[in-house]
């Protein structure tokens, strides 16, 4: 459908819509790899040719905002008024159209090797893995998908930035169940995450303080193997359960690291791309440094192993085109590094920093911001 509206120049719409509306427009729109702005724009146009339009309960509503060419909004409000309805009832059948219109292609079949496996890891602190993992969990969780999330760094910020407490040091933890030393099952640790159209589909498997530990105990185990199979060992009970398992890595090239590379690595019988790694960076040089560091890991790993690991692609946080040519030129050198490609580049915004303030997770404080559209982005593409 071509929109006589130039798609660039769009304005901010708010509505209040039934809970179920609002996450069955999520779901449809990751199952199709079409934003949600888009397909609200779709249903607006055709509804306002429709000749029936059917009625959509919307009791008990609450925010939802998206945006609609500049034009179409104010047409929409003039349809609705000509037609005597109010205005949340006007989005309501036009969503309620777009779904009935696109329905939800057929179920994939399953897949062979468990949970699509994708680690966030970058060698440099303060690049965003954790903000980015959690986004891009709670956009995956948010469309449906059953989804794990693992905080595998030991300094835990992933943990207290969600409200959660970390593991003390002489309880059970993922760390423990690595190195064989906890009793009970690895399940009975994940919480569940509340609140955002994401409940009932996002759970955290915390971190734990003796996760400091963790490097040196694989470094002196005589078990073989072990330091790159122990992650995957641990979770491998885990893996019916989910369609995704998301791990934000520890910033460090140690052993750690290699059991989280070793796990995203592409299994027999999995299509390529379906796990693999996302690298957040920043648009400066000391992460394209601390990239080349990770990337010559991946390949001692590759080789060492004999497996193939898949690099998903970059996503540049916090990027801020006021810094000017320092950041604009090394957003350019990210893009034309081609493959792995570019998945989003999130701004520099306070959506993130408040959410970690108040600890909730992004989609929950901001869930319309620009910097929780960039996360179903990144969710889009690598589910793609």
């Known amino acids: ?6 798609p660039i120049d769009r304005e901010k719409v708010v509505a209040k819509l039934p809970a179920e509306l609002r996450k069955e427009l999520k779901v449809r729109a990751a199952e199709l790899g079409k934003d949600i702005q888009d397909a609200v724009t779709e249903g607006v146009e055709a509804w306002r040719k429709a ?10 509503g609450t925010s939802f905002a998206t945006y609609l060419p500049a034009g179409l909004y104010g047409k929409l409000k003039q349809d609705c008024k000509t037609r005597n309805i109010s205005y949340n009832q006007g989005i309501a059948q036009s969503i309620r159209w777009w779904l009935d219109n696109n329905p939800s292609p057929r179920p994939k079949p399953a897949r062979v090797t468990g949970a699509r496996r994708i680690i966030f890891g970058n060698q440099k602190g303060g690049v965003g893995k954790t ?18 999330l693992i905080d595998f760094d030991p300094q835990g910020h992933l943990t207290k930035q969600l409200g959660y407490p970390m593991f003390d040091i002489d309880e059970a933890s993922l760390a423990k169940h690595m190195l064989r030393e906890a009793k009970g099952e690895l399940s009975e640790l994940l919480v569940p995450i509340k609140g955002g159209d994401f409940e009932e589909h996002l759970w955290l498997l915390p971190a734990c303080k003796d996760a400091f530990l963790l490097d040196a105990k694989l470094a002196t185990t005589k078990a073989v193997r072990i330091k790159e199979t122990a992650l995957e060992k641990a979770l491998e009970p885990l893996e ?14 140690g052993y750690s690291m290699d059991t989280a590379l070793y796990y995203c690595r592409t299994r027999d019988g999995e299509e390529p791309s379906t796990s693999g790694i996302v690298v957040p960076v920043l648009a400066e040089d000391s992460s394209a440094d601390a990239y080349d560091m990770l990337y010559d890991q991946i390949q001692d790993l590759v080789e060492d192993m004999d497996v193939k690991i898949d690099l998903l692609g970059f996503v540049v946080n916090m990027y801020d085109s006021r810094k000017g040519f320092v950041a604009t030129s090394s957003l350019d050198e990210w893009h034309n590094i081609g493959e792995p490609p570019v998945l989003a580049v999130v701004p520099e915004l306070k959506d993130q920093r408040e959410a970690v303030r108040v600890k909730k997770p992004l989609l929950v404080h901001a869930p319309y911001g620009d910097q929780a559209d960039v996360m179903r982005t990144v969710a889009r593409r690598i589910s793609a």
């Not at 459908?1 to 130039?6: G, I, L, R, S």
């Not at 339009?53 to 008990?60: E, K, M, Q, Y």
């Not at 019916?240 to 090239?253: A, G, K, N, R, W």
């Open 131 to 148: 903000s980015v993992s959690a986004g891009v969990a709670q956009a995956l969780a948010e469309s449906g998908n059953r989804t794990l």
């Open 1 to 6: 459908m071509t929109a006589p509206y130039d």
């Open 240 to 253: 019916q359960e989910f369609d995704y398992i998301i791990v934000d890595c520890p910033p460090s090239l």
């Open 51 to 60: 000749k029936d339009r059917s009625v959509v309960d919307t009791a008990g």
